[in-house]
Nanobody, 126 residues
Framework: QVQLVESGGGLVQAGGSLRLSCAAS????????MGWFRQAPGKEREFVVA??????YYADSVKGRFTISRDNAKNTVYLQMNSLKPEDTAVYYCAAGIGPVTPQHRAVRPCEYDYWGQGTQVTVSS
């Protein structure tokens, strides 16, 4: 069983930055595909970014502003969010896939991931 715990959410003004962290349990963290999704009130869960093996996929809405990274020694994946906009406001979820999640048409689907964190709220004020 894998447990994911997100942190780093909060309230920020438009144009600001936040870094989300997702700490994972499990001895094989380095082999997991990792992704970030978000869900705004009244909307479906939306793909943000994923990294699987040597592949990284970004949603068009965040390309150039968000960056995913991982530290396998710390079993942690990060989401650096810059130039935040009010439309980025959502609960952000970390997800882990036991197997590879490629190509992109698979990485964007929540059903491809096996484990989920509880979410962290990001609010961007205008």
């Amino acid at each position: 069983q894998v447990q994911l715990v997100e942190s780093g959410g909060g309230l920020v003004q438009a144009g600001g930055s936040l870094r989300l962290s997702c700490a994972a349990s499990g001895r094989t963290f380095s082999s997991y595909a990792m992704g970030w999704f978000r869900q705004a009130p009244g909307k479906e869960r939306e793909f943000v970014v994923a990294r699987s093996g040597g592949n990284t996929y970004y949603a068009d809405s965040v390309k150039g502003r968000f960056t995913i990274s991982r530290d396998n020694a710390k079993n942690t994946v990060y989401l650096q969010m810059n130039s935040l906009k009010p439309e980025d406001t959502a609960v952000y979820y970390c997800a882990a896939g036991i197997g590879p999640v490629t190509p992109q048409h698979r990485a964007v689907r929540p059903c491809e991931y096996d484990y989920w964190g509880q979410g962290t709220q990001v609010t961007v004020s205008s």
